[in-house]
């Protein structure tokens, strides 16, 4: 026997139900979407209380770059490396308050930090150089310098930084 034919007799309304309920599921979910974006935010922000540093925004612009210097690299398209280059090598500094909340909290490791940020600034400024002169691999080799200056910051100072400046104590 047909089982098809039997469901549907069993439940002879539920087609035709079907695009009313859609519908309404659809405005439900979307409903549901609209608010919590809307409230998304606000959430995140009870949750964490600080403000993001703008140094956070500034190192999400230095990733970028470098991602789409990743993808320069493999297209050996250095016009667009010796555009970004600079770019990471010269990134722009927080606002004086934050730049001074930091300094105070990085005492007399702030000279350290800031060595880091200046291994960064060289290494960004080689790539350059090698990507005017279309140098593949020097390029690679610069841009390997520029990665690991990243690293060595964010491996002495992440870590405390996001507890210090975002978690509650
Ligand atoms: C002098 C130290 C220093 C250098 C150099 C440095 N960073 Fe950072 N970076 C930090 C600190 C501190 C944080 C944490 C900031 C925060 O969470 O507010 C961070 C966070 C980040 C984050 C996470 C952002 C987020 O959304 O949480 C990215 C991505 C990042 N850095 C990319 C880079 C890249 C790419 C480079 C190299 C081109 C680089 N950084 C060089 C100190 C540094």
């Given at each position: 026997m047909n089982i098809q034919a039997h469901n549907r007799h069993a439940h002879p309304r539920s087609s035709d139900f079907q695009p009313h309920r859609r519908r309404m599921m659809?405005?439900?979910?979307?409903?549901?979407?609209?608010?919590?974006?809307?409230?998304?935010?606000?959430?995140?922000?009870?949750?964490?209380?600080?403000?993001?540093?703008?140094?956070?925004?500034?190192?999400?612009?230095?990733?970028?770059?470098?991602?789409?210097?990743?993808?320069?690299?493999?297209?050996?398209?250095?016009?667009?490396?010796?555009?970004?280059?600079?770019?990471?090598?010269?990134?722009?500094?927080?606002?004086?308050?934050?730049?001074?909340?930091?300094?105070?909290?990085?005492?007399?490791?702030?000279?350290?930090?800031?060595?880091?940020?200046?291994?960064?600034?060289?290494?960004?400024?080689?790539?350059?150089?090698?990507?005017?002169?279309?140098?593949?691999?020097?390029?690679?080799?610069?841009?390997?310098?520029?990665?690991?200056?990243?690293?060595?910051?964010?491996?002495?100072?992440?870590?405390?930084?996001?507890?210090?400046?975002?978690?509650?104590?």
């Amino acid at each position: 026997m047909n089982i098809q034919a039997h469901n549907r007799h069993a439940h002879p309304r539920s087609s035709d139900f079907q695009p009313h309920r859609r519908r309404m599921m659809f405005f439900i979910g979307a409903t549901w979407f609209a608010v919590s974006s809307a409230l998304a935010p606000a959430l995140t922000h009870a949750a964490d209380q600080a403000e993001p540093l703008a140094l956070r925004s500034i190192m999400q612009d230095m990733k970028r770059d470098m991602q789409t210097i990743t993808g320069a690299i493999a297209e050996e398209d250095w016009k667009t490396i010796v555009e970004l280059a600079p770019k990471v090598a010269t990134h722009p500094e927080p606002p004086l308050g934050e730049k001074m909340r930091v300094m105070a909290y990085l005492g007399t490791d702030a000279a350290k930090f800031k060595g880091f940020d200046a291994q960064t600034h060289q290494a960004a400024q080689a790539l350059e150089t090698a990507a005017k002169q279309a140098d593949g691999l020097g390029a690679i080799a610069a841009f390997a310098k520029v990665q690991s200056s990243c690293l060595a910051c964010h491996q002495n100072f992440r870590s405390s930084f996001v507890s210090h400046f975002y978690e509650q104590k």
